[in-house]
Antibody
Framework: EVQLVQSGAEVKKPGESLKISCKGS????????IGWVRQMPGKGLEWMGI????????RNSPSFQGQVTISADKSISTAYLQWSSLKASDTAMYYC????????????WGQGTLVTVSS | EIVLTQSPGTLSLSPGERATLSCRAS??????LAWYQQKPGQAPRLLIY???SRATGIPDRFSGSGSGTDFSLTISRLEPEDFAVYYC?????????FGQGTKLEIK
């Protein structure tokens, strides 16, 4: 069974750094794209980007380029979303998700990680 | 970037009724269109991919249609558990954008 398990909720201050994680199991982690989706409070879904863990090829949305870093460590079957300097506007639920094949629709979803940025 | 516009924003219907949700793309996505359902406090769930193929385990009361720029999701007979927010997503070109969502509420 494919499972994506995300790290727990975070409360941070503006300007702090953060790295959240998404651990895949039940499949060959290196061989499938894995992406990130943002959902701000009370708002819709936003596609942030996606990574292929085997070679770390990454495709980023221009809306998030330079704001976050998507990475993966295939040795521990884990993908990451990282900020170097958080803003209050980064407050959101972040989901990792995986297509069944290729870089396509998201068939499998993590449970979400709530990030709260507040002074 | 392809913009997806969903209509209506909110749809108020009763259990047993038929629901039709629309998604229009700013340029052709051929059939690279998916639909998701999201309930409060839950992650989204894939319903439809390839514009008209049901995902694993999705009841046949859910159906998708369309190609190019105009798509629809139809729920033939609403069950109480179908009241949720629905999103379309195009994955024909990057970034793989979502629509803004349609909230299906109980009338």
């Amino acid at each position: 069974e494919v499972q994506l398990v995300q790290s727990g909720a975070e409360v941070k201050k503006p300007g702090e750094s953060l790295k959240i994680s998404c651990k895949g199991s039940g499949y060959s982690f290196s061989s499938y794209w894995i992406g990130w989706v943002r959902q701000m409070p009370g708002k819709g879904l936003e596609w942030m980007g996606i990574i292929y863990p085997d070679d770390s090829e990454t495709r980023n949305s221009p809306s998030f380029q330079g704001q976050v870093t998507i990475s993966a460590d295939k040795s521990i079957s884990t993908a990451y979303l990282q900020w170097s300097s958080l803003k209050a506007s980064d407050t959101a639920m972040y989901y990792c998700a995986r297509p069944a094949y290729g870089d396509k629709q998201f068939d499998y979803w993590g449970q979400g990680t709530l990030v709260t940025v507040s002074s | 970037e392809i913009v997806l516009t969903q209509s209506p924003g909110t749809l108020s219907l009763s259990p047993g009724e038929r629901a039709t949700l629309s998604c229009r793309a700013s340029q052709s996505v051929t059939s690279y269109l998916a639909w998701y359902q999201q309930k409060p406090g839950q992650a989204p769930r894939l319903l439809i991919y390839g514009a008209s193929s049901r995902a694993t385990g999705i009841p046949d009361r859910f159906s998708g249609s369309g190609s190019g720029t105009d798509f629809s999701l139809t729920i033939s007979r609403l069950e109480p558990e179908d009241f949720a927010v629905y999103y379309c997503q195009q994955y024909g070109s990057s970034p793989k954008t979502f629509g803004q969502g349609t909230k299906l509420e109980i009338k």
